[in-house]
Structure formats: C-alpha cells, structure tokens
C-alpha cells in the first residue's frame, strides 16, 4: 500500500480527516458519550463502564488527546478526563460545513 498524500489535500481536510479516523472506533466512540454524560471522569471509571482493559482503554484516550477532543488533568496517580469544549466546537463546526453543503445545494435530482 502507497504513502498517502495528505500534501495533495487543504490543512482543513487533513484536519477533519484525522477527526473522523478518531471518531472510527465504536469504543472511541463510547468513550466520548461517557464523557460528554458525566462531564469529567476518573480514567479507571471507563474500564468499569466499558468492560475494555486499562491499557486498551488508555490507547483509545491517546487517540482522542492526540486530537485535542478530550484533555486531562492529573490527580495523584489518576487522570481525570474531560471534553475539551473549545476542539469539540471547532471539529462540530468542520463536519456541520460539510454536511450543510449539500442543504444548500439546489439541486435533489443528482443522478
């Protein structure tokens, strides 16, 4: 399989791109419900809620903070999570651009 060319794309492609790949994973996924419900959590609280090993469990955490969707604060030896509202707003505004796109679009018979 090829290198893939992200130079070939816009920095805001690239961007939602890598948003979606995060968002990719249905435990990811969870992740972020559990987060978006309790608004903050105790990191082995997901192990309980999820049923996933702490080491899977912190690898998915790893793929949301690479993103910038959850952050974390540390608290002796845990790390409490959150949604980081200011990112959750800029990759919500990103995907609503695309997906009102096609609202706007004059056109219903495409094909």
Known sequence: ?????TD????????????????AHPA???I???????DTCINGDLVQELGLAQPTISQH????KDIGIIQGTI???????CINHNRWAEIKDQFN?????LESSSSEDCC
């Open 32 to 38: 972020i419900q559990y987060l978006l419900r309790s």
């Open 97 to 101: 651009e695309i997906f009102n796109q």
């Open 28 to 30: 990811r996924i969870a």
């Open 1 to 5: 399989m090829g290198v893939t060319k």
């Open 75 to 81: 608290e002796g030896s845990r790390v409490n999570y």
């Open 61 to 64: 955490l790893r793929e949301l």
């Open 8 to 23: 070939l794309f816009t920095e805001v492609q690239n961007e939602i791109a890598l948003s979606a790949k995060a968002f």
